[in-house]
């Protein structure tokens, strides 16, 4: 059996989420946006606590252990998520079950380190939904992306444009994941494979305003900059 999933105990295709987080801290602090932290949850399943050991191994290589953020969306709280109905086209993002409880969740957190003043430079988010609420909170504090935080964010669905485009994401390619799982379930039945392998996707660094990079790709659908709340992200991300 072939699951697209994160740390199955049975065969599959994963998204190597550990080493999107390290590549995604990494590429904040290369750019001087430091102290950086991570917005993500420790109880979420399908592997959120390798978004954290991935974010801690970039810390340690640059010397930066000391300086650890970890703003967990759901303090406290059992947030098993909740299983997606199937949808007919055309997709709406909000329909999705997870999607208030982590929007605000992720809002809740970052709101509550900006009051403190506690808010990193830098932040990874480590769940699509986790940026929208993150994002929502920046900009209703006054706040400017890059100029006051900059943004890396998880991104593992194309249907989260509406609010997220032309943000710097280290992309899972949907597409590929299909095609590895297809390939994986014919060498399954051929022999050349262990029913029990798991084989690791790893991620896309597309770069974005949200670092003040050039957004350089309109692939998959991502025109560079996308309408958010009436304007667009590149207004919003100069701070007007």
Not at 23 to 43: E, K, M, N, Y
Not at 86 to 94: K, L, R, V
Not at 143 to 150: E, H, K, N, S
């Amino acid at each position: 059996m072939t699951v697209l999933g994160r740390e199955r105990q049975l065969g599959a295709v994963v998204l190597d989420v550990e080493q999107a987080a390290l590549r995604a801290t990494h590429h904040l602090l290369s750019l001087d946006f430091h102290p950086v932290g991570i917005v993500c949850t420790r109880a979420f399943r399908f592997g959120r606590e390798a978004d954290i050991r991935g974010y801690r191994q970039a810390l340690a290589l640059e010397g930066k252990s000391d300086q650890e953020h970890i703003i967990n969306c759901f303090e406290g709280e059992d947030d098993t998520p909740v299983r997606s109905e199937p949808q007919s086209e055309p997709f709406d993002i909000t329909m999705n079950p997870r999607y208030d409880r982590f929007v605000k969740g992720a809002f809740d957190a970052v709101s509550n380190r900006i009051r403190e003043g506690k808010l990193p430079r830098g932040l990874y988010i480590a769940d699509e939904f986790f940026a929208i609420g993150a994002l929502r909170a920046i900009r209703q504090a006054g706040l400017r992306i890059p100029d006051d935080v900059a943004v890396v964010s998880h991104q593992s669905s194309s249907n989260w444009n509406f609010e997220l485009g032309g943000i710097t994401a280290m992309r899972f390619d949907a597409y590929a994941c299909g095609v590895r799982a297809g390939h994986f379930i014919v060498e399954v039945a051929e022999g050349k494979r262990s029913p029990d392998d798991q084989l690791l996707i790893e991620a896309s660094l597309v770069k974005g305003a949200s670092c003040g990079e050039q957004h350089a790709d309109t692939s998959s659908g991502l025109p560079g900059w996308m309408p958010v709340d009436g304007k667009t992200m590149k207004t919003q991300f100069e701070g007007v």
